[in-house]
């Protein structure tokens, strides 16, 4: 599909192998998904060509990190990483018990991975 920038300044697309920067008047050869020009569409900052010949479906592709439950031991590996995807873990296997600070989560987590 064809986008052109119709904007005075840069802007930017998702595109389905990822973020493409369009100058201003530029256009580019790009896929997106059916979500990604809806959005696009709605920002009033492109215009389009062949819309219904390339936009491809966008797919949730689940990776096994995702798909598997981890269990304490793994949540706990997390916590030197990004801490909100430490949360987001620990949150799933503590539910609305789940505290707010850092160290309050490792020790939650520590007492569910000695419990039998």
Do not use: C, H, Y
Request: aromatic share 4%; no cysteine.
């Amino acid at each position: 599909m064809k986008v052109t920038n119709t904007q005075q300044g840069p802007r930017g697309i998702n595109a389905v192998g990822g973020a493409v920067l369009i100058e201003p008047g530029q256009s580019v050869d790009v896929e997106v998904s059916e979500a990604e020009l809806k959005v696009a569409e709605a920002t009033g900052w492109f215009s389009f060509e062949g819309k219904a010949k390339t936009v491809a479906k966008a797919k949730a592709v689940a990776t096994s990190d995702d798909s598997a439950p981890k269990t304490a031991g793994e949540v706990l590996a997390m916590v030197d990483g990004n801490f909100m995807a430490f949360k987001s873990a620990a949150s799933k296997l503590l539910g609305d018990k789940t505290p707010s600070k850092k160290d309050e989560i490792v020790a939650a987590l520590e007492e569910l991975a000695t419990q039998p």
